[in-house]
T-cell receptor
Framework: DAGVIQSPRHEVTEMGQEVTLRCKPI?????LFWYRQTMMRGLELLIY????????DSGMPEDRFSAKMPNASFSTLKIQPSEPRDSAVYFC??????????????FGQGTRLTVV | QQQVKQSPQSLIVQKGGISIINCAYE??????FPWYQQFPGKGPALLIA?????SEKKEGRFTISFNKSAKQFSLHIMDSQPGDSATYFC????????????FGAGTILRVKS
């Protein structure tokens, strides 16, 4: 398996533009997570899906952020409109369900977002 | 609110030495405690994990020690190598949410050769 695949790897956009980050989880995994990493705040969980259903989105910072998981093999994180403070590395991770969690969550390579 | 506190922020160890990173938590609902390793430009990768029903888990040169009463856990890296130089994160998750992880702030480890 190729692991969790994120695209794009790097994104530079102007303030006010819409940004869409994409994630393909590991086949067979049924939990998916979006994390944001910054120097100031570290790794923060934004949203957690289980079986394609959003379970906890309490980490989504504002209404400008939205996430979808239309099927088991694809998820998007959208920021509209983007702001400079959204600049960060965004990670997608996937895992098996709770009883299998000893195997851990597998992270993608991340998308480095820069909003200018 | 920082639910998992990690220290130190950075650590320099000589090759062959022992690296020790400590974490503490408050939420008694946490029942799964993994450690992740992250190299520059990469995503975090699971290193080792422990459940609160054991006090220690060892995998190769990596050992987690867990003190449930003190709500503390630590990572020991024995015979530290330059290739271990990375950022290490402790994490915790509650029993009902699998791998929904709360991360510590991270420790930047540098092993000098």
């Amino acid at each position: 398996d190729a692991g969790v695949i994120q695209s794009p790897r790097h994104e530079v956009t102007e303030m006010g533009q819409e940004v869409t980050l994409r994630c393909k989880p590991i086949s067979g995994h049924n939990s998916l997570f979006w994390y944001r990493q910054t120097m100031m705040r570290g790794l923060e969980l934004l949203i957690y899906f289980n079986n394609n259903v959003p379970i906890d989105d309490s980490g989504m910072p504002e209404d400008r952020f939205s996430a979808k998981m239309p099927n088991a093999s694809f998820s998007t994180l959208k920021i509209q409109p983007s702001e400079p403070r959204d600049s960060a590395v965004y990670f997608c991770a996937s895992s098996l369900e709770a009883r299998e969690r000893g195997l851990g969550a597998f992270f993608g390579q991340g998308t480095r977002l820069t909003v200018v | 609110q920082q639910q998992v506190k990690q220290s130190p922020q950075s650590l320099i160890v000589q090759k062959g030495g022992i690296s020790i990173i400590n974490c503490a938590y408050e939420n008694t609902a946490f029942d799964y405690f993994p450690w992740y390793q992250q190299f520059p430009g990469k995503g975090p990768a699971l290193l080792i994990a422990i459940r609160p029903d054991v006090s220690e888990k060892k995998e190769g040169r990596f050992t987690i020690s867990f003190n449930k009463s003190a709500k503390q856990f630590s990572l020991h890296i024995m015979d530290s190598q330059p290739g271990d130089s990375a950022t290490y994160f402790c994490a915790a998750s509650p029993m009902e949410y699998g791998n929904k992880l709360v991360f510590g702030a991270g420790t930047i480890l540098r092993v000098k050769s």
